[in-house]
């Protein structure tokens, strides 16, 4: 079964189990195979077809329930799409796996980024990405459409991608994971802002820049940059891999994974001066993809996101990850995660756990919460409390989909958060 474009259940047959829609038009794709599916897409946000793999779990045609994502993101080079965690084995790393694991294109050197300048047409990734992608496969697949049921990860310049949307989309993603990923851009003049520069004025761009030259768009830049964005990473699942020891005699690998642990190290100090948990591993070797860490990322993740339910598909996006199921604990090896960026911000502080609404007890019982802003009251039936949090009951969400309950304060510990 797959969820058609029209908001009905349908079966997932090659010839209707994904449609056009978000600015998405198929013009290839392989559904043979019955876990990992293709598609390429023509879309005005990119001057050629990118392509997506969708990798199912097993059950999915047989057990009709609804599954949390993982989008995974490849890294940067002539040699790095959206086959690259294919090569790698995320087949076997995920048999078995309660989860959907969405890998799209990035271009040789997009950045995960909206470039200042082009010469080669329209490289508009992150408006691929999360405008048109993401809410294509929530109307495509049967998903969790929020943020507790969505994580983002990635390897090296897909890494970087990571922690940039999970911070600039707050609301989207409750895990965010960066495998031998940059998370400074301004370390060392700018050596890694420098670098998506250059590297997408040459694979990418035609001579045009992410960030802009000679002079960088500076809030660009800081919009980006995951080490001046530490609070949009409150209550996220947050996971970290870094190489110590790469190739000496590979200036590559050895100027890459250094900047990346010197850059990762910069980010973790920040996480911890904030009070913000995360899990850290510092491994043997260089610049690459390490199969025990993803796999261990992936029972991370899967931990973290909602469970495989069956049931009908809960399509409301709440906006703010849930504070419960944190990893809150520091891993170490050896010896010892139309634009609207920020359009939902994370809590200013922990006591506002959810940053939606106040939830007061009165008498030792819970009042009924204020709905949340930007929920359209007109679909609204009835707000009713239960075990984990009242909950908006409504019959349609934007798009005309048939929904369920719509999370808005949550219960902690018996006591109801705000």
Known sequence: MALGTGGILASASPASAAGDGFGL??????????????????????????????????????????????????????????????????????????????????????????????????????????????????????????????????????????????????????????????????????????????????????????????????????????????????????????????????????????????????????LGDAGIPHEWYEEPGGHMIRDHMVRRDLDGIIARLRKAWRGRTRTHDHGLPSPHGLARRTGRTGSGSSLHPDHDKPPRHPASSRGLLACPAIGGRPVKPRLPVGLNRSLVREVIPERDGWRASSTTDRRGLATDDYRVCPVINGELTF
């Open 25 to 270: 038009h198929i013009v290839d794709r392989n559904e043979a195979d019955p876990r990992m599916w293709y598609y390429r897409f023509s879309t005005d946000a990119i001057g050629w077809n990118p392509g997506v793999n969708v990798l199912l779990p097993d059950d999915y045609h047989t057990g009709g329930r609804t599954y949390p994502v993982l989008y995974l993101l490849h890294g940067g080079g002539t040699d790095q799409d959206f086959i690259t965690f294919d090569r790698a084995g995320i087949r076997d790393w995920t048999a078995g796996k309660p989860v959907i694991v969405v890998m799209p294109d990035g271009g040789h050197a997009g950045w995960y980024s909206n470039p200042v300048s082009s010469n080669t047409g329209a490289r508009n990734w992150e408006t691929f990405h999360i405008n048109q992608l993401l809410p294509w496969i929530d109307a495509n697949f049967r998903t969790y459409a929020e943020c507790d049921g969505r994580a983002v990860a990635g390897f090296s310049m897909g890494g970087f991608g990571a922690l940039k949307y999970a911070a600039k989309y707050y609301g989207h993603f409750a895990s965010v994971s960066a495998h031998s990923g940059p998370a400074s851009l301004r370390r060392d003049s700018g050596l890694v802002a420098h670098w998506a520069n250059a590297s997408s004025a040459a694979l990418d761009l035609g001579g045009g820049t992410v960030y802009g030259i000679p002079l960088w768009d500076e809030a660009r830049v800081s919009a980006d940059n995951p080490v001046e964005r530490v609070e949009s990473y409150r209550n996220k699942r947050i996971f970290l891999v870094a190489g110590t020891s790469p190739d000496p005699v590979n200036w590559f690998d050895t100027v890459n994974e250094n900047q990346v642990l010197a850059g990762q190290r910069e980010f973790r100090a920040r």
